[in-house]
């Protein structure tokens, strides 16, 4: 039998709490959107308690954004066991989860978010925080692809490519929000086949990038992501046939 008695929270905790609920609510409304009235009502106290527990709305923001982005690198966590293209494959699982359940928040943290100040001007700090957090979410996911390779001090031509594919794989997925007019499961699958296209194109200029593309095939399954890209390659080589020359120079 309940007594209908709120447990009183700690500071941490309550503050804990309304991160929680601004971050739910930011999942499915764009932050600008979104009152303080509005998440004090969420988690059940006064709008007065919540500016005890944050100064204003953008503090409450950055908050939320600071949890988003640590789980959102986390994502990109991969124990480093069996073929590469299906370790990227459920990265791509797990970083189009978040999308799909954070979407306004997702597009918010990535294309930098409202920050603005009480008076309504753009807060030069605030932007500045947020960017250094996209930057983190960033990095991190660069850091742990490279984990995945195995190559702890990659030349300059890798880091051209893993930096692109991060980059391709934010933006495809800002595009996808728009819409969702292409199947999830396709687009996580094609971001794999990107990752190996990107690779194979820096190998065609590059011998070191050739032994490191080599190598990461040479690990992987026929029926496996990779595996597919070149069956699909391979059944559009007679459709290339009927191209004239001309046009393929």
């Given at each position: 039998?309940?007594?209908?008695?709120?447990?009183?929270?700690?500071?941490?905790?309550?503050?804990?709490?309304?991160?929680?609920?601004?971050?739910?609510?930011?999942?499915?409304?764009?932050?600008?959107?979104?009152?303080?009235?509005?998440?004090?009502?969420?988690?059940?106290?006064?709008?007065?308690?919540?500016?005890?527990?944050?100064?204003?709305?953008?503090?409450?923001?950055?908050?939320?954004?600071?949890?988003?982005?640590d789980e959102l690198a986390g994502r990109f966590q991969e124990p480093p066991e069996g073929p590469l293209g299906a370790r990227l494959l459920r990265v791509m699982g797990r970083f189009?989860?978040?999308?799909?359940?954070?979407?306004?928040?997702?597009?918010?943290?990535?294309?930098?978010?409202?920050?603005?100040s009480a008076g309504g001007a753009c807060s030069r700090d605030a932007m500045s925080t947020t960017n250094a957090m996209i930057d983190e979410?960033?990095?991190?996911?660069?850091?742990?692809?490279?984990?995945?390779?195995?190559?702890?001090?990659?030349?300059?031509?890798?880091?051209?490519?893993?930096?692109?594919?991060?980059?391709?794989?934010?933006?495809?997925?800002?595009?996808?929000?728009?819409?969702?007019?292409?199947?999830?499961?396709?687009?996580?699958?094609?971001?794999?086949?990107?990752?190996?296209?990107?690779?194979?194109?820096?190998?065609?200029?590059?011998?070191?990038?050739?032994?490191?593309?080599?190598?990461?095939?040479?690990?992987?399954?026929?029926?496996?992501?990779?595996?597919?890209?070149?069956?699909?390659?391979?059944?559009?080589?007679?459709?290339?046939?009927?191209?004239?020359?001309?046009?393929?120079?």
């Amino acid at each position: 039998m309940t007594t209908g008695v709120r447990r009183r929270m700690g500071v941490d905790e309550r503050r804990q709490q309304l991160i929680g609920v601004a971050l739910e609510l930011f999942s499915h409304r764009s932050p600008d959107d979104v009152s303080i009235d509005e998440i004090a009502a969420a988690a059940g106290i006064s709008r007065p308690l919540v500016y005890h527990y944050f100064p204003g709305k953008q503090s409450l923001y950055e908050a939320a954004l600071r949890r988003a982005a640590d789980e959102l690198a986390g994502r990109f966590q991969e124990p480093p066991e069996g073929p590469l293209g299906a370790r990227l494959l459920r990265v791509m699982g797990r970083f189009f989860d978040f999308v799909d359940d954070h979407g306004p928040g997702f597009s918010a943290l990535m294309r930098g978010g409202p920050a603005v100040s009480a008076g309504g001007a753009c807060s030069r700090d605030a932007m500045s925080t947020t960017n250094a957090m996209i930057d983190e979410v960033r990095q991190a996911a660069y850091e742990q692809i490279l984990a995945h390779l195995g190559i702890a001090e990659p030349p300059a031509r890798l880091q051209l490519v893993v930096r692109s594919w991060v980059s391709l794989a934010e933006s495809t997925a800002l595009i996808w929000l728009d819409g969702r007019r292409i199947p999830r499961a396709e687009l996580e699958l094609q971001l794999v086949h990107d990752f190996a296209a990107l690779c194979a194109v820096s190998a065609a200029y590059d011998d070191e990038m050739a032994g490191i593309l080599l190598r990461i095939l040479g690990d992987e399954p026929a029926e496996g992501p990779f595996g597919d890209l070149v069956g699909r390659l391979v059944s559009l080589a007679p459709s290339l046939d009927r191209v004239p020359a001309q046009r393929l120079r």
